[in-house]
């Protein structure tokens, strides 16, 4: 990290002392994990989704090598998500990337609160080259991915960037059903022209997967454009009724 970006992080951490992400309260020195005041980590643990992974057949993944969360996307997670995304507090974004790093990627909490967990290698982990988050929708929409990707790549060490963007307007994925999601997202998300993420292991991150439609449709894209793999993350996941069958990726675009 440069001298620039280390001075702006520790004025980020002076103009926003770190709090809990779940009730707003200020962390002191006995936070679990660095992150979650004493009150709040009792629910956090309650809602950990165990284990972070996935499981392919509960969702509409293709395209994807796997995805995991952090949380199942309920109670006082759910609000703490919605409170970064729609009433001006973007600043819990360091929280929340930071408690995927920590339950997700096994880091290990930073030394007091307000500091950078430290990533610890897992044994069998492939390493990624570059974090992507899943873009905004429209104009309007959330840029909470965009801020935990840069948030995760600080804490993982691997650099973050933004090749994607929509292709056409979608209708709001929380109105629709788990078939009219993917149909809404089916070819509305590409790279950018001139993007070349040849031989690129990707780390993809969003806030919530519902379905896994939208993670699946950003996955597509970045590996029509040369990555060799996409893993999805997120800080929740909201569990699916019952399995569902995998779905094939749209016939007319073919994987790399």
């Known amino acids: 990290m440069s001298r620039a970006a280390r001075a ?5 951490g002076w103009l926003w ?23 709040c980590a009792p629910a956090a643990a309650a809602l950990a989704q165990t284990p972070p992974r996935l499981p392919e057949g509960a969702y509409a993944f293709y395209a994807l090598s796997g995805a995991a969360a952090a949380f ?13 995304k729609g009433r001006g507090e973007p600043w819990y974004a360091r ?6 790093a920590v339950r997700v990627y096994g880091a290990a909490p930073a030394p007091r609160p307000g ?23 429209g104009r309007g929409g959330s840029r909470l991915p965009v801020r935990l990707a840069r948030r995760l790549g600080r804490v993982l060490g691997v650099p973050a960037a933004s090749p994607l963007r929509t292709t ?69 996941a909201d569990p699916p009724p019952s399995p569902q069958p995998r779905p094939a990726p749209p016939a007319q675009e073919k994987l790399p």
């Open 8 to 12: 702006a992080e520790r004025l980020a």
């Open 72 to 84: 199942r996307y309920e109670g006082p997670v759910r609000r703490a998500i919605l409170r970064c």
């Open 168 to 236: 056409r307007p979608m209708r709001p994925q929380k109105t629709l059903d788990r078939a009219a999601r993917l149909e809404n997202t089916r070819g509305a998300y590409a790279c950018r022209p001139g993007t070349d993420l040849s031989g690129l292991r990707v780390l993809l991150v969003d806030d919530v997967i519902t379905t896994g439609a939208t993670v699946s449709a950003c996955a597509l894209a970045l590996l029509q454009a040369g990555a060799v793999s996409v893993f999805a993350v997120s800080v929740a």
């Open 95 to 100: 929280e929340l990337a930071d408690l995927i």
């Open 115 to 137: 500091g950078r967990p430290q990533p610890e290698p897992i044994a069998g982990l492939p390493a990624y080259h570059l974090v992507v988050p899943v873009p905004p929708r």
């Open 17 to 39: 002392p770190r709090r809990c992400p779940l009730c707003g309260a200020l962390l002191g020195p006995d936070a679990a994990d660095r992150l979650l005041c004493p009150r």
